[in-house]
């Protein structure tokens, strides 16, 4: 392709509102263009680049067995409702009305679209297993779009579903999509790991997680130092391996503590560890109230509740809601004396709690040497802190450590969660009806074009790997109006086409410090440059992720250039 026949509009400057590096290198390389908040074009170079990783998405899905398919974005609110997902899935969904007021959608995902699918089509054992995917853009009206494609209100998504008579053939797909995946991400280049993860509001149980190592990620990886462990901190178990004191049970005294109500000021205030108080915080667990303890230095997790209790909304009760239920301030909640009526859960370090310090359900006061049991009743205890560094790690081998990671797959087991709700069902070998079990698997097509250019920069641009690179040479001639440089330069041109390699040559009248500063910027693995020695049949060859640089003769080119693409 010729520089002057596409569009790669670089930029020297670093947008104001491009706050991480992938964001600010594909807006100034000439990848993207912002159209409104989230939402954004993939000129040329980024079309190519997205075209790559989605010809890597197809080829390893393909081999693990799946299908092509393409499902509609837009979605009747009805089958929504069927799954029960149209009052529940919140305000990320993009809702609207037709000119008959019909109810649609704007596909955040499509397990609805594609369950009525398998309905419909699926009636006996004999056709599954099954599995189909898209590449398609997908909406979601996020409340705070950031990061430039990291979180986006469009992107572009590769989603998979599988559909089974038995769980066995579930456990089979899910294994291939996953080693599917881990080959995807490794042919990208990315640093990557796959952690176990929350469902969320997919439903569902046995998922992962495939995370980008980055500084600039939104979610927090807990892995050991020691193993191959690794999982979403919301997900990360916690061993009971606790100690018990040998210390001798004291009286409870109640003391004052006036204006003290975090534990960081009660603590201080009384001069003990925070190790030592007990944590109390009223939740509202679908309609129920619950009492949740957990040890002072500890933060509960209500991901782990909510997956402890089966519920399906877990929120902190607000002020109003805590003085009317508990009679006293949130700072001086405490398990005491309470109306049978309250259930108390606990996190299982409050076990281990010896002579310790909680709220007394009274403004300004605490009680000491309160103990479990003798002081206070847990109807259950369960592992519902979130992990910290430095404890055990849940497999037994090392300790916790953390590191950032941007999501850029998730896997999920989901079960008959959908084909439940809407009636999909095929009849088994002796002709009885059966819910279909489903999997589901999806893939950030355009959020792993932007974690790729996260990883692979430098101070002077992008730094594709060959697999991803929008083409796979820069050839730059000094003066297109100096004749040897332009023949030379068209004839090589024309040599890389013919052995299909594709090549950018930069043919703009513009200067070479230019020209060298946007290639740079571009990223392409090999630079090619036609200069004073264009008469000799001499160019300069130039690594772009080495900086190393070499002359060679034009009959030696090819090979090296084969040679240096295939290394």
């Known amino acids: 392709m010729k520089q002057r026949n596409t569009m790669i509009p670089t930029l020297r400057e670093t947008p104001a509102d491009a706050e991480v590096k992938s964001h600010q290198l594909l807006l100034r390389a000439g990848y993207i263009r912002q159209n409104a908040s989230g939402i954004y074009s993939f000129l040329p170079l980024g079309k190519k680049v997205l075209k790559k990783v989605e010809d890597i998405i197809r080829e390893e899905l393909d081999a693990a067995g799946a299908v092509e398919l393409l499902m509609p974005a837009l979605q009747p609110s009805e089958l929504w409702k069927e799954s029960g997902r149209w009052?529940?899935?919140?305000p990320e969904l993009m809702r609207m009305n037709d000119r008959h007021n019909r109810e649609f959608a704007l596909g955040a995902t499509h397990e609805e679209v594609i369950t009525s699918l398998v309905r419909d089509e699926v009636k006996s054992y004999k056709r599954l297993p099954l599995t189909l995917y898209q590449i398609q853009t997908k909406f979601r009206d996020e409340k705070r779009p950031r990061f430039g494609l990291l979180r986006g209100r469009e992107f572009i998504m590769k989603d998979a579903y599988s559909f089974h008579a038995s769980k066995e053939s579930l456990d089979e797909a899910y294994d291939k999509l996953f080693q599917a995946y881990s080959n995807i991400f490794t042919r990208c280049g990315l640093n990557f790991r796959a952690v176990i993860a929350d469902s969320g509001a997919m439903g569902g149980k046995d998922t992962h997680e495939f995370m980008v190592l980055s500084e600039v990620g939104e979610d927090t990886i807990?892995?050991?130092?020691s193993s191959d462990?690794?999982?979403?901190?919301?997900?990360?178990?916690?061993?009971?391996?606790?100690?018990?004191?040998?210390?001798?049970?004291?009286?409870t005294e109640k003391v004052s503590t006036p204006d003290r109500k975090t534990i960081e000021e009660v603590a201080s205030f009384l001069k003990i560890e925070k190790e030592r108080c007990v944590k109390s915080l009223l939740f509202k667990v679908d309609d129920e109230f619950i009492l949740v303890l957990s040890r002072g230095d500890h933060e509960i997790n209500d991901i782990k509740l909510k997956n402890e209790l089966n519920a399906q909304v877990v929120e902190i009760a607000s002020p109003e809601e805590?003085?009317?239920?508990?009679?006293?301030?949130?700072?001086?909640?405490?398990?005491?004396?309470?109306?049978?009526?309250?259930?108390?859960?606990?996190?299982?370090?409050?076990?281990?709690?010896?002579?310790?310090?909680?709220?007394?359900?009274?403004?300004?006061?605490?009680?000491?040497?309160?103990?479990p049991e003798?002081?206070?009743?847990?109807?259950?205890?369960?592992?519902?802190?979130?992990?910290?560094?430095?404890?055990?790690?849940?497999?037994?081998?090392?300790?916790?450590?953390?590191?950032?990671?941007?999501?850029?797959?998730?896997v999920f087991k989901l079960g008959t969660r959908y084909s439940d709700a809407m009636n999909s069902t095929f009849l088994d070998e002796n002709g009885r009806?059966?819910?279909?079990?489903?999997?589901?698997?999806?893939?950030?097509?355009?959020?792993?074009?932007?974690?790729?250019a996260?990883?692979?920069?430098?101070?002077?641009?992008?730094?594709?790997?060959?697999?991803?690179?929008?083409?796979?040479?820069?050839?730059?001639?000094?003066?297109?109006?100096?004749?040897?440089?332009?023949s030379l330069a068209n004839e090589l041109y024309e040599e890389f086409k013919s052995n299909r390699i594709d090549v950018l040559m930069d043919d703009r009248a513009e200067r070479p410090g230019v020209k060298f500063a946007d290639s740079d910027?571009?990223?392409?693995?090999?630079?090619?440059?036609?200069?004073?020695?264009?008469?000799?049949?001499?160019?300069?060859?130039?690594?772009?992720?080495?900086?190393?640089?070499?002359?060679?003769?034009?009959?030696?080119?090819?090979?090296?250039?084969?040679?240096?693409l295939q290394s």
Not at 87 to 90: C, D, L, Q
Not at 465 to 485: E, F, G, R, V
């Open 87 to 90: 009052g529940t899935y919140g």
């Open 322 to 371: 805590t003085k009317e239920i508990l009679g006293c301030e949130v700072g001086s909640i405490g398990p005491c004396s309470l109306d049978e009526k309250v259930k108390v859960i606990a996190d299982q370090a409050v076990k281990y709690i010896r002579n310790g310090v909680c709220g007394a359900n009274e403004e300004g006061y605490h009680f000491l040497n309160v103990n």
């Open 374 to 410: 003798r002081d206070f009743t847990v109807s259950q205890y369960a592992d519902l802190r979130f992990i910290k560094e430095g404890d055990a790690s849940p497999d037994g081998q090392g300790k916790i450590v953390f590191a950032k990671g941007i999501e850029v797959g998730h």
């Open 229 to 251: 462990y690794a999982a979403n901190i919301e997900m990360a178990e916690v061993i009971d391996c606790y100690t018990e004191s040998s210390e001798d049970l004291q009286e």
């Open 521 to 564: 910027l571009i990223g392409l693995p090999i630079r090619i440059t036609v200069g004073k020695k264009a008469g000799d049949g001499i160019v300069e060859v130039k690594v772009r992720k080495t900086g190393d640089m070499l002359e060679v003769h034009k009959d030696d080119l090819l090979a090296k250039i084969q040679e240096l």
């Open 222 to 225: 807990a892995y050991s130092d």
């Open 433 to 452: 009806a059966q819910s279909i079990l489903m999997g589901c698997y999806g893939i950030g097509v355009s959020r792993t074009l932007a974690a790729v």
């Open 454 to 486: 996260e990883q692979f920069n430098d101070e002077n641009g992008l730094v594709w790997p060959t697999n991803l690179t929008p083409y796979d040479l820069h050839l730059i001639p000094i003066n297109m109006k100096d004749d040897l440089q332009s």
